[in-house]
């Protein structure tokens, strides 16, 4: 199967023009649907052969980047050295994929948002037939003989439709806004043992909604992007602060918390995430911060704040320990100034004045929510716990808003 190309491959991402007059947009606007959808016997073969290869997964993704590297040499530098942490990513989008199939237009939302996150990545339109001839050729091998002519067909026009989309994306998102943002480290202290509050200067103007957050790549580890959330509502002067909690053995957390110093240069890629304010529909707002998931939490406060605290905020911060209750003094003195907020803070595994118990149990507790809003973010597993007890309370899973726990572009809404 061969796939085409649309036209000459374009400009590579990083070569957006240092000009600050290109403003970034905060609006992105999506592609058209695809304009001819799979039909229902192409999404019965993909979807047939997608779970045969599944319990294949590892191997074959493994195998895709062997040939992939092998034939297409070029690629490599795209990619980090070692190739741990992303191995699966491509795989599991593709899964998700295979899941909106029948969905065009989150399909499109969800192939929007990849193709825009490929920017940062230097992705360009030239290199996606390489990567569609190397993914068929490993779905063909792994299916083994269960694969036909047919089957091959449907994922070609599928995996067609997938990068078209991608493309437009990035090529519109291209016309208003760089691939990656440089940004000076102007300020670092520590918070609390192994977490540092970093405050940047990016060299273009980042422009971001409360709530969202941003890929960072260092200097010591290129090419290996991470997530973090600025723990403010966006500011007059453009700087942004991350608390970034050292992970042990974590590459980038730890030359951030533990290396970085004010001069150093890092690379931010466009901002990301649904957790915002206007996704509420609700008057009031359940708030709940694990860890450093108290930055999104903080920065969508801060928000309520600057729009007139038009909301009632109810916010709750976990910790296993009163040592690892981080936030809680800034929230109270916060509340202090604003009659719409009520922070409680809760530990889990210590006997410490307070609530006692974790932030789902606490949760239900002091409920009901089913009539709130609901922001969580944190550790993946209390996020997760959490949503599970409220919505077994009675709130509706579309009220409950969280960032997705890994890769960053895997949910679609
Ligand atoms: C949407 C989103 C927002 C985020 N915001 C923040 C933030 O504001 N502040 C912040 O400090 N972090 C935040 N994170 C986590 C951050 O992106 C990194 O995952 C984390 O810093 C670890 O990266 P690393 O390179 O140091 O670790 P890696 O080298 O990627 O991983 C090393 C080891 O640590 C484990 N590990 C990875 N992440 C975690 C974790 N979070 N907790 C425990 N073990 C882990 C891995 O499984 C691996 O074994 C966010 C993540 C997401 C998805
Ligand atoms: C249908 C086509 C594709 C799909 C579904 C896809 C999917 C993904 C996903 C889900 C990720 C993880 C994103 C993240 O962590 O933020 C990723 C990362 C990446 N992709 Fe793709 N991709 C596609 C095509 C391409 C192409 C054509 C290239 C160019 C060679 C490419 C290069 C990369 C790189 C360099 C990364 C980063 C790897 C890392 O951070 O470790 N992808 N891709």
Redesign the pocket.
């Known amino acids: 199967m061969r796939f085409r190309i649309r036209r000459p491959a374009n400009t590579p991402a990083d070569s957006f023009p240092e000009d600050p007059s290109l403003a970034p947009a905060m609006d992105t606007v999506e592609p058209e649907a695809p304009q001819a959808p799979l039909s229902p016997r192409e999404i019965e073969l993909i979807r047939a052969s997608a779970s045969l290869v599944e319990p294949l997964a590892a191997d074959m993704t493994v195998y895709f980047y062997a040939i992939l590297f092998a034939r297409y040499p070029a690629v490599r530098p795209l990619f980090p050295p070692g190739m741990d ?1 992303q191995r699966g990513r491509l795989l599991r989008a593709l899964l998700r994929i295979v899941d909106l199939v029948d969905d065009p237009e989150n399909l499109v939302r969800f192939c929007g948002h990849l193709g825009r996150d490929h920017r940062k990545f230097g992705a360009l339109e030239a290199h996606f037939p390489a990567v569609g001839e190397c993914l068929l050729a490993s779905l063909a091998r792994y299916a083994g003989s269960a694969w036909t002519e047919e089957i091959a067909a449907a994922w070609t026009k599928a995996y067609q439709t997938v990068a078209d989309v991608m493309i437009g994306a990035a090529e519109q998102d291209a016309r208003v806004r760089p691939a990656v943002w440089p940004a000076t480290l102007v300020h670092r202290v520590s918070r609390a043992p192994g977490i540092a509050e970093l405050t940047l200067r990016p060299h273009l103007p980042y422009d971001y909604a409360a709530g969202q ?1 941003a890929a960072i790549e260092t200097p010591w580890h290129p090419l ?1 992007w ?4 600025p723990a403010h509502a966006p500011r007059e002067d453009g700087t942004l602060t ?4 050292a ?8 030359a951030l918390v533990h290396r970085a110093v004010v001069g150093d240069v890092v690379r931010l890629g466009a901002p990301m ?1 649904d957790m915002v304010l206007d996704a509420a529909v609700h008057g009031d707002l359940l708030c709940v911060a694990g860890g ?1 998931g108290f ?2 939490i903080r920065a969508l406060i801060e928000e309520v704040a600057r729009r007139g605290g038009r909301h009632q905020v109810n916010l709750f911060i976990g910790a296993r320990t009163g040592a690892e209750l981080y936030g809680v003094d800034d929230m109270l003195r916060m509340a202090q100034r604003h009659h719409w907020l009520t922070v409680r803070g809760a530990v889990s595994d210590e006997y410490i004045a307070g609530i006692r118990g974790s932030l789902p149990e606490v949760l239900a507790e002091y409920g009901p929510w089913y009539q709130h809003d609901v922001f969580l973010s944190g ?1 993946a597993a209390m996020v997760a716990s959490a949503k599970e007890r409220l919505v077994y309370d009675g709130t509706p899973p579309e009220r409950i808003h969280h ?4 890769t ?1 572009v895997l949910h679609a809404s």
């Open positions: 942490v957050y290996q991470r997530s973090y959330s991350f608390h970034v909690r992970v042990p053995g974590g590459a980038v957390s730890n995430g450093t930055a999104p550790p960032d997705p726990f890994d960053p």
